[in-house]
T-cell receptor, first 116, second 111 residues
């Protein structure tokens, strides 16, 4: 079966702009999570969606938002970009609930965002 | 909040050496523990997981991990590493509809 697909793979944006990243989960997976990965901070949890509802949110400013559609595809948006937002943004999907009864993630390859 | 800590940030080994990477977790009720690996330029992949049953868990590529409740540990082991095991390894715990990852251990295997 197809894996988790993230588009685009690379993005270069200017400070102050906004960006939208897309994620298509594995077919049948209803939970989609987003992470920010940087060399200094590691993997930081952004938010998780299940059946179009945000169930959990990490400690990020309101400039970071997301949504999930009825087909489980998800988008995340970052407004008013800052240099510090440069990172690899990872999407991960799971069947039900990440962590429950050993239900782990399947990760996408990520979107590399560079803010200049 | 549940968390994990990885004590080794960088590990360098020669091929055929044995590997043990440490992971300690904070107890938050239900145990859900994972090891993920990220090879250079590739996406994160699940190596193995534990949530109940036999505390010795076998994963892919010859890796295993042992859940020791009394020590709050879930260390990753491999008897004999190969150059292709060069990667970053992440321990994670699940709960609250998310996985919380450790800071990662960068493993370099030299020929």
């Amino acid at each position: 079966k197809a894996g988790v697909t993230q588009t685009p793979r690379y993005l270069i944006k200017t400070r102050g702009q906004q960006v939208t990243l897309s994620c298509s989960p594995i077919s049948g997976h209803r939970s989609v999570s987003w992470y920010q990965q940087t060399p200094g901070q590691g993997l930081q949890f952004l938010f998780e969606y299940f059946s179009e509802t945000q169930r959990n949110k990490g400690n990020f400013p309101g400039r970071f938002s997301g949504r999930q559609f009825s087909n489980s595809r998800s988008e995340m948006n970052v407004s008013t970009l800052e240099l510090g937002d440069s990172a690899l943004y990872l999407c991960a999907s799971s069947l039900r609930s990440a962590g429950a009864l050993g239900d782990g993630y399947t990760f996408g390859s990520g979107t590399r965002l560079t803010v200049v | 909040a549940q968390s994990v800590s990885q004590h080794n940030h960088h590990v360098i080994l020669s091929e055929a050496a044995s590997l043990e990477l440490g992971c300690n977790y904070s107890y938050g009720g239900t145990v859900n523990l994972f090891w993920y690996v990220q090879y250079p330029g590739q996406h994160l992949q699940l190596l193995l997981k534990y949530f109940s049953g036999d505390p010795l868990v076998k994963g892919i590529k010859g890796f295993e991990a042992e859940f020791i409740k009394s020590k709050f540990s879930f260390n990753l082991r491999k008897p004999s590493v190969q150059w292709s095991d060069t990667a970053e390894y992440f321990c994670a715990t699940g709960g609250g509809n998310k996985l919380t990852f450790g800071t990662g251990t960068q493993l370099k295997v030299e020929l």
